[in-house]
């Protein structure tokens, strides 16, 4: 008795167009084929390490996500403390976004309020000429 893959290829023998034609996409193991299960989908060579799992994208993002200082140490965000807001100000007297500072949205939001804070009540400076001058703000 036939499969329908054996007939599939003998109707495209039948038919005279080549094999080759039609790529295959999936490729069934044979233990998977003989308990009824699906095919599993062929992603590349196997890895490094010569197993079955297949091999990270290139330029796939393998960087692992920061943690946020805070949420890690459980700093509760102050307008008063100078020492933690000035690693979240650039030299140019502006306040770092959460890609450079990698803080969570909450604590992004608490940093910026007490900068805010801070420079009304002139513990940090608004503009770069202050920190040139006082040296405020430098890391």
Do not use: W
């Not at 295959?24 to 193991?29: I, L, Q, S, T």
């Not at 989908?41 to 390490?49: C, F, I, K, L, S």
């Not at 513990?123 to 006082?134: A, G, K, Q, V």
């Amino acid at each position: 008795m036939l499969t329908e893959t054996e007939r599939q290829d003998d109707d495209i023998a039948a038919a005279g167009v080549p094999a080759a034609v039609e790529p295959e996409r999936f490729v069934a193991e044979p233990a998977a084929a003989a308990e009824g299960e699906r095919p599993r989908m062929d992603r590349g060579a196997p890895g490094p390490a010569g197993d079955d799992r297949p091999r990270r994208r290139p330029g796939g993002g393998g960087r692992r996500r920061r943690v946020c200082i805070m949420c890690a140490d459980k700093i509760k965000v102050d307008y008063k403390n100078i020492s933690l807001l000035r690693r979240f100000i650039s030299d140019r007297a502006r306040i770092e976004t959460r890609r450079k500072t990698s803080c969570c949205a909450k604590h992004q939001r608490a940093v910026a309020r007490a900068i805010k804070r801070a420079r009304h009540v002139a513990l940090l400076p608004y503009t770069p000429e202050h920190i040139r001058e006082t040296g405020v703000g430098r890391r």
